[in-house]
Every structure is written in structure tokens, then in C-alpha cells.
């Protein structure tokens, strides 16, 4: 106990002169396969420098202290960070990130937003060029190029949580599970292949998951999400497709805002509508097909979802959601539920119910596959 005090004495942690320093409020970490994310909440206008070498990342601060409630979560590691220290330089904060290997370093200052109230440090650590073709070739190995691929997309991750029911249910984990659960049922049919943008609490850029989606050569986009509004008596499942003009809905423009924050927390995406080369690929007769096949597989899953619990609209929607412009694939994002209805928040919650919504939206698939088939 006694060295702990001592520690937080030299670090400047405690209460004297708090107005003087520069707060760093506390540390989060993300591991996804490709990159670790660290993040740390700061005062505005922090004064930083940092410096990469192969062994450790040196991340200082001028003038800072940090919150005592919040010291230990800086000690991490992971696959690529084997462990943090924490020293003071006379008036300077060091924070020594000990790696594991070289790797290619991106940071940048996030402002706060409605989940976040305080300015946010991100530090990127992405995996060299040789270990991404390595990682690269094994996913293509992995998956058989006589199977049809579908890509299921967990909504949200690591910083971005999305919504959180009244019993602190994160919209996040739930995406997950029903997606995992999704993939497995897929998995099981011999004609089907199925794979997770993301197989963790991570975040992935919205156009990167597109990207993922066009790599893997997939023939079908479903993103999972839950649905949230102020009212909490609002429910049932509903299905979108794109519109490029958008929705004039209330709550589709809701969604929009929600579901399209690029830079909220992984810096300023590249939207895909600026790519001219994707531009030049979606003609209008592809992009007529991609909107009637969606249609028709949305169609088809809404159906199965209101088999087992209510749907909030009885049809397919628009909205220009950017994680549906896959070029010339259907694509559908499922709102499962109302995170933001208690009842529908402890069912989302629920191990089987989720089993049931996977299976449903499964169904769906299989539907819409026999559907194109006999036309």
C-alpha cells in the first residue's frame, strides 16, 4: 500500500494542483486482428508527443497527471503489447507501450460526442505488410471457392457500443452473438459459407467492412443491429435496404445519423460515394439488381423474423445506411429489436432468443435462394 502511495505521489496523481495539469482520465484497449487500438481520454489541447521504435511506443505528455480511480486500467497487453509502464520526466508524463514487434503507427484526436464527454487519444497499432498477406492468404485458404459466401456484419464494436437498454444491455455485444450465432447456422449448410466482419469487441470503419465484403468475394451482406428510440414501448424487428436518397421517416433519418457517425471513432472515413472507380462499376442496370435482390431477400427474412416475435413495419425500408453500398451484391441491415424496450432488451439478452432470431433470419436466406432459383 505504502509503495502504491508513493507511486501516485511521484506521478503527480493526486489533488494538488489538479487545474495546473493536464488530466488524463483514463485508458481503454481494443484487439483486433489486424491492430490494437489504444485510447485515452483527455482535457482538450493536450500537448503530446510520441515516439515509435521497434520495442515500445513513447507516448508523452506534457504537464499531466491521471486520475487515481483510473491508474491501473493503463497496465495492458495483449498480442502485440506485452506490457505499459507509466514514469515522470521532471514536468513530462511518459507512457511506454513495450511491443512485441515493429509496427506501423496511426494516431489522431477524437472530440466528444454523446457517448464520449471527454476528447479522446487514439493510438493505432497495425500489423506489418508481411503479416498481413500471411493473414490474408489464410482467410482465403479457409474459405472454399465452391461455396456461396454470405459476410455478416456485427453492428458497432469496441469504442462505439451503439444503443444501451435501460438494464445496460450494449447494443455491441448483442450484434455479436446474434451474428456468431448466425455464422454457425449458415455454416452447418454444405452450399454456404459464412463469414464475421469482425469476431470480437472491436471497431471496423464502416467502408472497411464493404471492403472485407468485396475481398472475401461474399454474394450477400447482412449487418445485425438493434434498433433504440426514446420511447420504450416501441418493438418489433425491421429489414432496410438502401436508398441513396435517403428516408424521410423520422426514424429512418434517426437510424441514418446513428448508424453513418464515420468519424466518430476510428478518424474521417473515405465515404464510399467519393470513389469514382465504384462510381464506374455500379451501372445502372447493376445497381437496379443489387436494389431488387435485396428487396427480394429483405422480403423474405422479415417474413421469418415475424414468425417469432412482432415486426415494427410490416415491410422492407430504405434509408442510405454506408455499410449497405456494396456494389452489386444484396444487402440487408436487420434492426432485431428494440434494445430500448425492456422486454425486447431482456429477450436480446437471451442466449436462445438470439438462437431463434439467427435462425429466422437464416430461413430467410434459404427462402430467398429458392426464390431465385425458380425465377
Known amino acids: 500500500m505504502r509503495y502504491f502511495l508513493i507511486i501516485f505521489f511521484l506521478l503527480g496523481i493526486g489533488s494538488v494542483s489538479a ?5 488524463l482520465y483514463d485508458f481503454r484497449y481494443w484487439t483486433a486482428p489486424d491492430h490494437t487500438r489504444i485510447v485515452i481520454d483527455t482535457q482538450e489541447n493536450a500537448f503530446y508527443d510520441i515516439f515509435t521504435s521497434k520495442d515500445y511506443i513513447i507516448l508523452s505528455v506534457e504537464n499531466a497527471k491521471v486520475l487515481s480511480e483510473t491508474f491501473s486500467h493503463l497496465f495492458f497487453q495483449d498480442k502485440r503489447i506485452e506490457r505499459a509502464q507509466i514514469k515522470r520526466d521532471h514536468e513530462t508524463l511518459k507512457l511506454i507501450f513495450h511491443t512485441k514487434d515493429l509496427y506501423s503507427v496511426k494516431y489522431f484526436n477524437l472530440p466528444p460526442n454523446q457517448k464520449y464527454k471527454y476528447h479522446r487519444l487514439v493510438i493505432d497499432l497495425y500489423d506489418s505488410k508481411s503479416s498481413k498477406s500471411k493473414t490474408k492468404v489464410a482467410i482465403e485458404k479457409s474459405t472454399p471457392s465452391d461455396k456461396i459466401i454470405i459476410l455478416v456484419d456485427a453492428g458497432h464494436g469496441g469504442e462505439d457500443y451503439g444503443a444501451v437498454g435501460k438494464n445496460k444491455t450494449r447494443e455491441k455485444d448483442v450484434n455479436l452473438a446474434i451474428a456468431k450465432k448466425l455464422v454457425n447456422t449458415i455454416n452447418k449448410n454444405k452450399d454456404l459459407s459464412a463469414v464475421l466482419t469482425r469476431n470480437g469487441d472491436y471497431y471496423i470503419p464502416l467502408t472497411k467492412r464493404i471492403t472485407i465484403a468485396q475481398n472475401q468475394q461474399a454474394t450477400m451482406f447482412i449487418s445485425i443491429h438493434a434498433d433504440a428510440v426514446e420511447s420504450t414501448s416501441a418493438k418489433g424487428a425491421s429489414i432496410y435496404t438502401l436508398s441513396e436518397k435517403g428516408n424521410n421517416s423520422k426514424l429512418a433519418k434517426q437510424l441514418e445519423q446513428s448508424e453513418n457517425s464515420v468519424d466518430q471513432f476510428g478518424g474521417v472515413e473515405t465515404v464510399i460515394d467519393s470513389d469514382q472507380f465504384l462510381k464506374s462499376i455500379l451501372t445502372d442496370f447493376s445497381r437496379q439488381d443489387r436494389e431488387n435482390q435485396s428487396q427480394k431477400l ?27 453500398k456494396a456494389p452489386t451484391i444484396p444487402s440487408i441491415l436487420v434492426e432485431t429489436a428494440f434494445i430500448s424496450n425492456p422486454i425486447q432488451e431482456k429477450r436480446l439478452g437471451n442466449s436462445k432468443e438470439q ?21
Do not use: C, R, W
Not at 356 to 366: C, F, L, P, Q, S
Open 298 to 324: 429483405a422480403s423474405q427474412v422479415l417474413e421469418e423474423l415475424s414468425k417469432i416475435g412482432p415486426v415494427h413495419k410490416k415491410t422492407p425500408q430504405k434509408a442510405n445506411f454506408v455499410v449497405l
Open 19 to 23: 487545474d495546473e495539469k493536464t488530466m
Open 355 to 375: 438462437q431463434k432470431i439467427a435462425d429466422a433470419i437464416y430461413k430467410g436466406v434459404i427462402d430467398y435462394f429458392e426464390e431465385v432459383k425458380e425465377n
